[in-house]
């Protein structure tokens, strides 16, 4: 059996971008988005948001609509960089400039949805590839070091913790199958970017 190795990036693949957050004023927005929208969880929530919609959508509609992975969309036949509308209730606060940051720092134009997910404790995702996208930025929202992801390359596989600091990460999906793992007692939450194909 292959040994994991603990490491702080993986090159091309995972790795921060050059983008600094301000880490209170990014809770705080967060907080306060989540009371405009009236979502509260606890610390077994399991479940996502979506913070970009299709167009047309009203009231709830607009972040509890269509918030499954992506093989559930398709299925339905749903196109992710048709989520062109941000939630309004987000525009005047920080996370939203630093969703319209990163929207610009992307190379090529950002097609894709945006969502906050969270993961229960004590679960975890299958190793999979997202061939549907070869960008994904990742915000660490709520996280402790019991949490990380796993990638692998055969016969290698790699753990990386991604704190809940000043950074945005990027993930190429794509190239590398991956999962994210929740040993703890305690829920996880990422607002994740997600854009399509370039």
């Known amino acids: 059996m292959s040994e994991i190795l603990d490491i702080h990036r993986v090159d091309k693949i995972c790795y921060p971008i050059d983008y600094t957050i301000d880490r209170e004023q990014f809770n705080n927005s967060f907080e306060i988005l989540l009371t405009r929208i009236g979502v509260t969880y ?7 948001i979506n913070l970009t919609h299709l167009p047309g959508l ?35 606060l920080y996370i939203g400039q630093v969703i319209r940051d990163i929207q610009k720092l992307h190379h090529g134009v950002f097609q894709g ?29 709520i996280t402790n070091r019991k949490c990380f992801w796993l990638f692998r390359r055969k016969p290698d596989k790699y753990l990386l913790r991604m704190p809940a600091d000043h950074r945005v990460w990027f ?5 590398i199958e991956h999962t ?8 996880r939450c990422h607002l994740v970017m997600t854009s399509g194909k370039d």
Request: glycine letters at 4%.
């Open 180 to 187: 994210f793992v929740n040993n703890s007692n305690t829920t």
């Open 113 to 141: 949805r945006i969502q906050l997910i969270w993961l229960g404790p004590n679960s975890s995702y299958p190793f999979h590839i997202d061939d549907h996208t070869t960008s994904r930025y990742h915000i660490p929202v």
């Open 42 to 48: 606890d610390t077994t929530s399991h479940f996502s």
């Open 171 to 175: 993930v190429d999906p794509i190239n």
């Open 58 to 92: 009203s009231g709830t509609d607009r972040w509890q609509k269509h918030t499954g992975d992506h093989p559930a969309l398709e299925a339905d036949g749903i196109d992710e960089t048709e989520f062109t509308e941000h939630l309004t209730e987000m525009s005047d």
